[in-house]
């Protein structure tokens, strides 16, 4: 099946600063999500990006299907932030949405 | 529009008890998906409902999960014994047609198992 990798595993930030998220799949996908998920557990929509590039707020996201990797932008990060961030995609086999192992972010005052 | 409904929040129980969870989709959501999360881990799916029928349940253990989409709305997903490894929380999600359109979760249930 299909392969989700993320990096890096852990980030540690000072508020303020930007950051770059990456998510790599192993093979052709037909849908690809970004989530934050709160300290309470919920898992909250970021992006619906299966390709290109999106933007809302302070994060953007682009996916390069052809080279298998998108990227999710955080400028101006802020103590809010905070969190483990999940990229899970769908192969184009309209098969199961395959989570990677998340991004866990600390943004620091 | 409503959300991902489920219940209970959290649910505490002992070893070899059995536990029911539910949840509603959003409404008009024809596929409905149930993950297992392990602290410390990413969302493992469990089972995927396309309406009332099975579309994925490779990750169940049917030994003692099972879950039920009646009337292809509303869901609940039992254990039944459970044991001290089930402990996790279980989210449900629903996408409107297929799994390649977007998804969206509901709040989850922590089960704790003693």
């Known amino acids: 099946g299909i392969q989700v990798e993320q990096s890096p595993p852990d980030l540690i930030l000072q508020e303020g600063a930007n950051s770059t998220l990456r998510c790599n799949f192993s093979?052709?996908?037909?849908?690809l999500q970004w989530f934050h998920q709160n300290p309470w557990g919920q898992l909250i929509n970021l992006f619906y990006?299966?390709?290109g590039t999106k933007q809302n707020g302070r994060l953007s996201a682009t996916t390069v299907a052809t080279e298998r990797y998108s990227l999710l932008y955080i400028s101006s990060s802020q103590t809010t932030d905070s969190g483990v961030y999940f990229c899970a995609v769908v192969d184009n086999q309209g098969g199961k949405l395959i989570f990677g192992q998340g991004t866990e972010l600390s943004v620091k005052p | 529009e409503a959300g991902v409904a489920q219940s209970p929040r959290y649910k505490i129980i002992e070893k070899r008890q059995s536990v029911a969870f539910w949840c509603n989709p959003i409404s008009g959501h024809a596929t409905l998906y149930w993950y297992q999360q392990i602290l410390g881990q990413g969302p493992k799916l469990l089972i995927q409902?396309?309406?009332?029928?099975?579309?994925?349940d490779s990750q169940l253990p049917k030994d003692r999960f099972s879950a039920e989409r009646l009337k292809g709305v509303d869901s609940t997903l039992k254990i039944q014994p459970a044991k001290l490894e089930d402990s996790a929380v279980y989210l449900c999600?629903?996408?409107?047609?297929?799994?390649?359109?977007?998804?969206?979760f509901g709040q989850g249930t922590r089960l704790t198992v003693v």
């Open positions: 093979d052709s996908v037909n849908n």
């Open positions: 999600a629903s996408s409107s047609i297929w799994s390649s359109t977007e998804a969206f």
């Open positions: 990006i299966p390709s």
């Open positions: 409902f396309q309406n009332n029928g099975v579309v994925d």
